[in-house]
């Protein structure tokens, strides 16, 4: 290995084999100041000027520091294992990148940045063979989602960083056609998805379509989901609000249903009340159950008054048949 003292300035930072690179921190910055550079970056020789392999933000730190040079080493190819130095400029790059950053932790918009980077530079294959060993350890289920998601739009890598969407809805994500990827896109952006909720949101959007004969795009246009983002939900009643719409749409015989027992839970319950109805289940039966806790004998008779204004309401009757109202009340 050669040693090299290099201008900072003179160095590419933004090269597509630095996918990790990011702004130095105040940790590394004090370092340098006060300690100097203690650990050497890595180049390659080229023709012109040499190529950063890795320490981007130690480069980026040092910019900032008037007349201070970065020190590196130069990797040759008799410095390199044989199947290295056999590997195109651009994979042997990737792989010397990722060997500089062993034991860093690799969250998932990460991996799946490693992953754009070695299939744009060799192909699904070059991942397999070169980045996903030195990502994940053996077992690793992330290894199989992030070949998933790399089959994905890379547009939707911003939304996987931010936390919006999960890693592990790839597949999910990756059955959608690319017109009911785009029209749900406001719903990505402003909900941050749980795998469930979004599995849950898919499932109800592709079935009700199904059923419809209608692509997803149009269900999502009239089911009332994409009207709010804009309303200022917080983010869990947007959420709430969101798979609300679409379970409606996939379920409006049930929903419908079970809006109006609750209207007519509600004008049955006395004010206040500790006992509880629900219906049946599916609406099978023409009966409800109640459910109440007690926790001292005072509490107890006052939830046997509340059943028995209960079971003197006069709403009584259509809460039981509620399956058969003709009237949604």
Known sequence: MQPLFLHPRDLDLDALHLFWAAPPDAVL????????????????????????????????????????????????????????????????????YLASNLGRTVTDAMAVAAGRYFVAAGGPEAFEALAAPRLFPEGDRRRALV????????????????????????????????????????????????????DNALTWLVEAARLAGEPPAAILGR?????????????????????????????????????????????VTPKGSKARLSPSQGFEADAVTVTATARSPQELAKIAADIAAMAAASELPRLLRVAHEDDPA
């Open 147 to 198: 070949g998933q998601w790399l089959a994905l739009p890379p547009s939707l890598d911003a939304l996987l960083a931010s936390g919006n969407l999960p890693l592990g809805a790839a597949g999910r994500l990756a059955a959608l056609d690319d017109a009911s990827r785009q029209a749900l896109a406001p719903l990505f952006h402003a909900v941050r998805w749980s795998r469930a909720n979004l």
């Open 29 to 96: 910055t004090a370092s340098l100041a006060t300690l100097g550079q203690t650990t050497p970056a890595l180049a390659f020789a080229a023709e012109g000027r040499p190529i950063l392999a890795a320490g981007a933000r130690r480069a980026l730190a040092l910019r900032e520091r008037r007349g201070r040079t970065l020190a590196a080493v130069v990797l040759e190819e008799r410095d390199m294992e044989p199947d290295l130095a056999a590997l195109p400029q651009a994979l042997r790059l990737g792989a010397v």
């Open 223 to 267: 089911c009332g989901a994409l009207d709010l983002p804009g309303r200022g939900l917080s983010p869990n009643d947007l959420a709430a609000g969101v798979l609300a719409a679409l379970r409606r749409a996939r379920y409006p015989a049930t929903t419908t249903l079970e809006a109006r027992f609750a209207s007519l839970s509600r004008a």
